[in-house]
């Protein structure tokens, strides 16, 4: 089990260092420094972070409750295995709310724009030069973007339920930015969903959006199963 660097205990509240334990592991999870079905004890992520177990274990616990770890009462936790099955059925559930959202958007008055599909035109219709390049904050902002999409509905539970499933997929779905022609292409996608959505294209839309999420999809699946070869073969090698 690899962490990173331990934290300091010092006079930090209890709540502010389970998040600080919580932000690390997940981090770990996310980079592959922790692999899918690693297993270890609070005690040894107590011990490598010092501090005590409290904390750990409500860090372990929230981590649980997202989806990321299994607990195991008697052999400790595990850094719970890839379901490629159940983020593909998460994808496809992605698919049915955002389609759903750009028939609202389409459907609304000529007069009303939402202020929120004001803003992501100004992010996303932009000239090549005025272009972020930093993946890290691409995925960021693309997930935003399908977020807001939802949110320029209107409908609290739509957005909520797109929230959630948006969170899961999360782990996988940043890796997509890895690459710099999928920057660039996320960028060109997005402003021609936005610009069938602005002229109410609403068929269009729907069909641009589904192929943009279906590429994703494809994409972060080999990125994710290259870079898990990649962190296991890692492993070995520090071993041996």
Same mark, same amino acid.
């Given at each position: 089990?690899?962490?990173? /660097?331990?934290?300091?205990?010092? #006079?930090?509240?209890?709540?502010?260092?389970?998040?600080?334990?919580?932000?690390?592991?997940? /981090?770990? !999870? %996310?980079? %592959?420094?922790?692999?899918?079905?690693?297993? %270890?004890?609070?005690?040894?992520?107590?011990?490598?972070?010092?501090?005590?177990?409290?904390?750990?274990?409500?860090?372990?616990?929230?981590?649980?409750?997202?989806?990321?770890?299994?607990?195991?009462?008697?052999?400790?936790?595990?850094?719970?295995?890839?379901? %490629?099955?159940?983020?593909?059925?998460?994808?496809?559930?992605? !698919?049915?709310?955002?389609? @759903?959202?750009? #028939?609202?958007?389409?459907?609304?008055?000529?007069?009303?724009?939402?202020?929120?599909?004001?803003?992501?035109?100004?992010?996303?219709?932009?000239?090549?030069?005025?272009?972020?390049?930093?993946?890290?904050?691409?995925?960021?902002?693309?997930?935003?973007?399908?977020?807001?999409?939802?949110?320029?509905?209107?409908?609290?539970?739509? @957005?909520?339920?797109?929230?959630?499933?948006?969170?899961?997929?999360?782990?996988?779905?940043?890796?997509?930015?890895?690459?710099?022609?999928?920057?660039?292409?996320?960028?060109?996608?997005? @402003?021609? !969903?936005?610009?069938?959505?602005?002229?109410?294209?609403?068929?269009?839309?729907?069909?641009?959006? #589904? @192929?943009?999420?279906?590429?994703? #999809?494809?994409?972060?699946?080999?990125?994710?199963?290259?870079?898990?070869?990649?962190?296991?073969?890692?492993?070995?090698?520090?071993?041996?």
């Amino acid at each position: 089990m690899q962490l990173v /660097d331990p934290i300091r205990r010092g #006079k930090e509240r209890p709540e502010n260092l389970a998040e600080r334990i919580y932000g690390q592991l997940k /981090d770990d !999870i %996310f980079e %592959f420094r922790l692999l899918p079905g690693d297993r %270890f004890s609070e005690g040894e992520v107590a011990e490598r972070m010092a501090a005590s177990r409290t904390p750990v274990r409500q860090a372990l616990y929230r981590l649980e409750r997202e989806g990321y770890l299994e607990v195991y009462f008697r052999s400790g936790w595990q850094v719970k295995p890839f379901d %490629f099955a159940h983020f593909e059925e998460l994808y496809d559930v992605r !698919i049915v709310l955002e389609q @759903a959202a750009v #028939k609202r958007l389409c459907d609304r008055e000529a007069q009303e724009t939402p202020a929120l599909l004001s803003e992501l035109k100004r992010i996303w219709m932009v000239a090549p030069e005025q272009r972020l390049e930093d993946g890290r904050e691409v995925s960021r902002l693309d997930e935003r973007f399908h977020c807001q999409l939802v949110e320029a509905t209107g409908n609290r539970e739509m @957005a909520r339920l797109h929230g959630e499933v948006s969170e899961k997929i999360r782990i996988i779905r940043r890796l997509d930015f890895t690459q710099t022609p999928r920057v660039q292409a996320t960028y060109d996608e997005h @402003a021609r !969903i936005l610009g069938a959505i602005l002229s109410r294209r609403c068929e269009e839309a729907q069909l641009m959006l #589904k @192929a943009h999420i279906e590429v994703s #999809k494809a994409e972060v699946r080999k990125i994710t199963l290259h870079m898990l070869h990649s962190a296991r073969e890692r492993a070995v090698q520090a071993q041996g």
